[in-house]
DNA sequence: AAAAGTTTGTGAAACATATGACATATCCTA
DNA sequence: TAGGATATGTCATATGTTTCACAAACTTTT
């Protein structure tokens, strides 16, 4: 009876989240799938059908109060409330990660970074200290972390995937291009921009 | 008749040609669809099943010839030679992405980079000069530039987006958290790591 | 040289996802 | 207040994707 909500819909859900926070700005108060649709290049169907796996949000006639329809979907994503994060990894990457502006108002503080390198460990990124991989351990689990972000080499990720899971990390964003492998339980999401790339160029002929 | 190969299927080969350089790597010459699902994550069955659309490329009773593979994964995807991009956004983002490793060995080579800040434009990233955004049009004629990442804030990537594909650009890897719009012939792959957070944070319960 | 063991490539079946279409509700205009 | 316009939520349908299962090809063992 009570089946699954797809994971592609949950998926679809930060883009829906994203865009209404967009059309907020704008000074706009109320939406249509349709409108909402034609912005994000999806049919308005997809839209309704995603949404009606968690309730009736919208009113016929009229369409979806921005406001509410955004509160309801930070709800279920279950960013009404603000997560730490930790990074592991103080290159440019890591540092560009720690230092993003974009992650504040959509749920996440950056509150710790971690290297192994003696010459980075110490330093400042932003207002935070670099501390030494081997304060992991201690630190996510003062602090209740149970997110991170992996921004070392392909070689190291591994390592340190399994460090943070005993820590308590249970979700796991991967700039390393490789497959992590993890306990059930823990969620794992990939970014490989090369990979996106040459996905790219395929049609490229 | 000639169906067109699914686009999900395209987007598994980098990861497909990714694990068999890790291969390689590790000085193995042959692999079969399972390992190779199994290392992945990913059924046999659907391996087999993405690499038939392209060609018999294994030997029954014995598996693929990583070599061999890996030079037609190339082929296909195109990146069987090398490509220049560009980077718009001299961010913390766009030099980590100007300055990261993983792009030489999987067929691109970043080319230019650009941002609209005078304070940074003529400054270095790596051995590339920052140039101002009004030479955007000019540099990619000239170098044949056909993709391009955008490293820049959301409020200007779509003027950004626009430029690029003015000047010839027909693939882009948006980092800003936007949908863009573009004239059909130009594909565009996002990467927005808050939606990729938001979207595991709704299991963390 | 035969038998046992692997592994591919592929059609059919099962499963998952997206779209179409419409009853129903609401808004707006006159 | 009636009629036209708009938009949701949902069931049925269509499309897309993955898995299953097996013949055929090859390797290894006996």
Redesign the interface.
Known sequence: MSSEIPDIV??R???Y???LT?LAQEGQEVTSSHELGK???ISSAQIRKDLSWFGPFGKQGTGYQINYLQEQLKK????DHE?P?AVVGA???G???A??G??AH???RIACIFDNDPGKIGSYVGNLQVLGVEKIKEEIAAHHI??A?IAVPASHAQEVADTLVEAGV??I?NYA???LSVPDGV?V?Y???????????????
Do not use: C, K, N, S
Request: net charge positive; charged share 20%; hydrophobic share 50%.
């Open positions: 949950i998926g859900l930060p883009i989240l994203r865009e967009l912005r994000l290049g279920i994503l279950q960013v997560w994060v290159g440019d990457l540092r560009a990660l230092r993003y974009g992650f959509r749920g996440f149970q997110i972000m249970r979700a964003l291009p490789i497959i969620r999401q970014i490989d921009p090369a990979a996106h790339l040459q996905h790219m160029t395929y049609y490229l002929r």
